[in-house]
């Protein structure tokens, strides 16, 4: 059975920073693209950032390129999303999501990818 967990998030400052962590069981780590998405209350999922199985190649929205940083452990198994300069609007569930399909895609769209966390939960206060 697949289960991919996201943990990190919580009540941050604006202009503070937090981590986020994912880890997958079910499946080999090495093998899948992963991708970041958020969502606000009221407002669909948006992909941010996602990254190659091999972690040369990664890919920022607009909305948090600069600020944000995308990395994976294949050793530790583990994906990582670092947040920085955290704003009010940051405010949202953060998601992570695997495919381990091989062939082309849009990294920043939710249908891409076939395995999902259940969240994590981060809030920046003003």
């Known amino acids: 059975q697949v289960q991919v967990v996201e943990s990190g998030g919580g009540l941050v400052q604006a202009g503070g920073s937090l981590r986020l962590s994912c880890t997958v069981s079910?499946?080999?780590?090495?093998?899948?693209?992963w991708g970041w998405f958020r969502q606000a209350p009221g407002k669909e999922r948006e992909g941010i950032s996602c990254?190659?199985?091999?972690?040369?190649?990664?890919l920022y929205a607009d909305s948090v390129k600069g600020r944000f940083s995308i990395s994976r452990d294949n050793a530790k198994n583990t994906l990582f999303l670092q947040m920085n300069s955290l704003k009010p609007e940051d405010t949202a569930m953060y998601y992570c999501?695997?495919?381990?399909?091989?062939?082309?895609?849009?990294?920043?769209?939710?249908?891409?990818?076939?395995?999902w966390g259940q969240g994590t939960q981060v809030t920046v206060s003003s």
């Open positions: 079910g499946l080999t780590f090495d093998d899948l693209r």
């Open positions: 990254i190659s199985r091999g972690g040369s190649s990664t």
């Open positions: 999501a695997a495919r381990n399909y091989y062939n082309s895609y849009d990294c920043f769209v939710a249908s891409s990818y076939n395995y």
